[in-house]
């Protein structure tokens, strides 16, 4: 009942925002505003002009077209009113939210659980959503989709894993229809598949070490399952290959490297910085969104001394992967917005950002200190997931912050939900009121960053 209670409670938010914004007097305004103005409106638009049969080899929009596809249907069919497409719209960001709070309610307890959904419902790359016809918040509700029933155990069954893996591929082929960078995705029906092979619903071990040995690895049994596991992202993989096949590139012509337009960003072509901008990002959520498993975390330094260990390596990684490239503000480069900007206003040697260098090794610590006590099958699921998700994002030459914000915020969270969870903690329980003060301050950043915007009436 807590899991369900933590949802309500953040729908419950999510539909005063919607109702503050939607029903007052003009529109948002900030960046989302102006990519719903300049790029998703029109494009569908468009789609509708020339329904049943829409132009998807150019559009004016570097994803998918699923999603306007949806809206253009719609409203070809009906006339429905702006103010009402995008409230329907934003179902996506408050179910995404509600989810978040769902789960990690059931693992954390009710207010650790609605402290997760208001973080990533608030957070700046998701709460315009919640208002405007923008795609990402229904792209990133299939991400945590998969990413959830992956780092669930299952009861056991044969027939349970056989299902779980067949509804994955459905919503990947569906995800990636949506926002192909997302074909990362598949990693996480991959390693479901791998996992399922051998768990028999053990919430706490899938692997006694952090990663697997040669002796716990079992392939007689895992490679049957995850063949399986390939076979369920093969529709994924197809309507990715007939994107790329239609706009000869991995993105619509107009926003190729190659392109003649003068309008836009490119978004192919990569950004090596990209590894340093995640870990950023992490270092600036890691620290606070920790701060339930502290007790867990002296535990584990004093009895085992791993995460002192994750720490340093993970920090040194951070540190590595910040200082290996150019992490100066460059717009040409595709490192501009956020924390990008901010750190241009902080020393700068050799064209490496001091900020980005610092933000990168805490990013990496915490993420190592969170792996070493959360739960095996979550660490393991997480950090491939990361791993993969990094990868793909790193062939966009775009590297902001909104394109992260929302995996290292699922990332952390399940690690934390899950530790809480397979180490007796507060299932049935709760976290103790002060060790969630570092999810509260979160919860306050990220509003702080997103409610300006979404306000002020621009427009």
């Not at 229809?177 to 919430?203: I, K």
């Not at 995460?307 to 460059?330: E, F, K, M, Q, Y």
């Not at 924390?339 to 805490?362: E, H, K, T």
Request: net charge positive.
């Amino acid at each position: 009942m807590g899991g369900l209670a933590a949802g309500l409670v953040v729908l419950a938010i999510g539909s005063l925002l919607q109702a503050l914004v939607l029903l007052g007097p003009g529109a948002p305004g900030g960046p989302a505003a102006y990519d719903e103005r300049a790029f998703h409106r029109p494009v569908i638009e468009g789609f509708v002009e020339a329904w049943p049969a829409p132009n998807l080899r150019e559009y004016r929009v570097a994803s998918a077209p699923g999603y306007h596809l949806t809206v253009a249907g719609v409203w070809a069919a009906a006339d429905v009113p702006l103010g009402v497409s995008r409230w329907l719209s934003g179902q996506g960001a408050l179910l995404l939210a509600g989810l978040v709070a769902w789960w990690c309610s059931g693992r954390g307890g009710t207010a650790f659980g609605v402290l997760a959904g208001v973080v990533v419902l608030l957070a700046d790359s998701i709460a315009p959503q919640t208002v405007l016809l923008l795609p990402e918040a229904w792209a990133w509700l299939g991400v945590w989709v998969l990413v959830s029933l992956a780092a669930t155990p299952g009861p056991g069954s044969r027939r349970f894993a056989f299902g779980r893996l067949a509804a994955m591929g459905a919503v990947l082929a569906l995800l990636v229809f949506v926002r192909q960078v997302h074909l990362w995705a598949a990693a996480l029906v991959w390693m479901a598949a791998w996992l399922d092979a051998v768990d028999r619903g053990s919430h706490e071990r899938a692997f006694e070490g952090l990663l697997p040995s040669v002796s716990e690895l079992r392939l007689r049994e895992r490679l049957p399952m995850t063949a399986i596991g390939f076979a369920a992202t093969v529709p994924a993989f197809m309507v990715v290959g007939w994107l790329f096949w239609l706009w000869d590139g991995p993105v619509p012509p107009g926003f190729q490297a190659t392109r003649t337009e003068p309008e836009g960003s490119v978004h192919s072509g990569g950004n090596p910085a990209t590894p340093a901008l995640v870990l950023s990002v992490l270092g600036l959520y890691g620290p606070m969104l920790l701060t339930p498993v502290l007790g867990l975390i002296w535990q584990d330094l004093a009895l085992r001394r791993r995460a002192w260990r994750l720490a340093a390596i993970g920090g040194a990684i951070g540190l590595v992967a910040s200082l290996a490239v150019a992490t100066s503000p460059d717009k040409d480069a595709g490192r501009w917005t956020g924390l990008w900007d901010l750190g241009g206003r902080l020393p700068i040697v050799a064209d490496r950002s001091l900020l980005i260098a610092g933000l990168s090794a805490v990013g990496g610590a915490s993420l190592g200190v969170a792996l070493s006590v959360a739960a095996s099958r979550a660490r393991l699921v997480m950090l491939g997931a990361l791993v993969a998700f990094t990868a793909a994002q790193s062939a966009n030459q775009q590297a902001w912050i909104r394109y992260a914000e929302p995996m290292v915020l699922m990332t952390m969270l399940v690690l934390v939900a899950s530790a809480l969870d397979c180490r007796g903690g507060p299932r049935g329980g709760r976290v103790r009121w002060w060790l969630l003060a570092g999810p509260a301050v979160a919860a306050v950043f990220v509003a702080t960053r997103s409610l300006p915007d979404l306000l002020s009436r621009a427009g």
